[in-house]
């Protein structure tokens, strides 16, 4: 069909396309806004330019096809077919795309502002910089897709699978990661902005000399991480798992490390002013010459722990369990032991 037929097709009362070919069509900067196309072959087809603001493709087929700076704000894509499809530059504000095979797509510098990618397949797919902003991206298969240059701001990653994934010289302002594999990822390349990463699995990953400040952990997988020389003030390790992980150096005041696993994790150096380590395992862990003024040990245990050379000042050291505990040079004598009376209080709450 030519372009002006089916324009006039769309916009002259009978916007509902079904099982067309249009494979190969050259389509540019056609005007087919509020169509509805279901199972039409797009494949190959120019359509770079077009006007597809507020259209449905239902089980369309968009392999190989040109949409190039086309206008899909509030388009709806349910399954589509569109291996290596070109997207770049296009504005998808607000678009919903489900279930659609789209590896290889380009989707270099286009607008993803609200735009919600449900079970979408894009492996091996370009993102260079494209804008991210409160978009959304749920069950996806992301592997060895490229987001390098993006501008990421709170936008949702949720059980997607990321391996091989490229973060190189994006800025990701407030990302939200869910059960995300990025074991032995390195995200230095990369400018992190308050980021979280819910029960995600990062074993090995490299932040070192980051910036994390505020950034959010809880319950994540870190073992082994590289953390040395980072600024983590105010950030959250709640529960997290960070044996054998490397914080020298770190700033860390105020961090939250309540009920986490920092089993032989080396903290040597760190300023953890008013740092809540409450509940957490530091077994074997290494303090050496630490700051940790004011921070709470609270029922941590310090077995085989090394806190040689630290300052404690006003440090809470209530009911901590330490056996084979090194204190060699640390002023013990100003950090504040075990509350007799709250022991007591403690004791008979937990008798109940």
């Known amino acids: 069909m030519l372009k002006a037929a089916l324009i006039k097709a769309v916009k002259g009362g009978e916007p ?12 540019q900067n056609a005007d087919l806004g509020g169509g509805t196309f279901q199972h039409v072959n797009f494949n190959g087809a120019n359509l770079s330019g077009a006007s597809l603001k507020e259209c449905n493709f239902i089980n369309c087929d968009f392999t190989g096809a040109n949409l190039r700076g086309a206008n899909l704000i509030l388009a709806n894509f349910i399954e589509p077919q569109g291996e290596g499809i ?41 993102f260079n910089g494209a804008k991210l902003k409160q ?39 407030l990302p939200f990661f869910m059960k995300i594999d990025f074991i032995n990822y390195d995200f230095t390349a990369s400018k992190l902005d308050r980021p979280q990463f819910q029960e995600c699995q990062l074993n090995g990953a490299n932040f070192t000399h980051m910036d994390i400040s505020q950034a959010g952990f809880m319950s994540a997988n870190l073992q082994g991480a590289n953390f040395s020389y980072v600024q983590a003030k105010q950030a959250n390790f709640i529960k997290a798992d960070l044996s054998q992980a490397n914080f020298q150096g770190a700033q860390m005041q105020q961090t939250l490390l309540q009920e986490a696993n920092l089993c032989r994790v080396n903290f040597s150096g760190v300023k953890a002013e008013q740092a809540l380590v409450v509940k957490a395992d530091c ?12 921070a709470d040990f609270s029922h941590a245990i310090l077995t085989k722990a090394n806190l040689s050379n630290t300052l404690l000042y006003r440090t809470n050291l209530h009911e901590i369990i330490e056996q084979d505990t090194v204190w060699q040079n640390a002023d013990r004598e100003v950090a504040m032991a075990t509350d007799e009376t709250k022991k007591k209080a403690e004791q008979w709450q937990a008798a109940q």
Do not use: W
Request: aromatic share 12%.
């Open 135 to 173: 978009c959304n991206f749920i069950n996806g298969n992301l592997r060895a897709a490229d987001f390098s240059q993006v501008d990421v701001f709170r936008a949702n990653f949720i059980e997607c699978q990321m391996q091989g994934i490229m973060f190189t010289a994006a800025s990701l302002s």
């Open 283 to 294: 077994t074997g862990a290494i303090f050496d010459g630490a700051d940790l003024t004011y």
């Open 86 to 126: 070109s997207l770049v530059g296009c504005n998808m504000r607000l678009a919903s795309v489900i279930d659609a095979k789209f590896s290889h797509a380009d989707l270099s510098h286009a607008n993803l502002d609200s735009t919600s990618f449900i079970n979408p397949d894009f492996v091996g797919a370009k």
């Open 16 to 27: 509902f396309i079904n099982e067309l070919d249009l494979s190969g069509g050259d389509y």
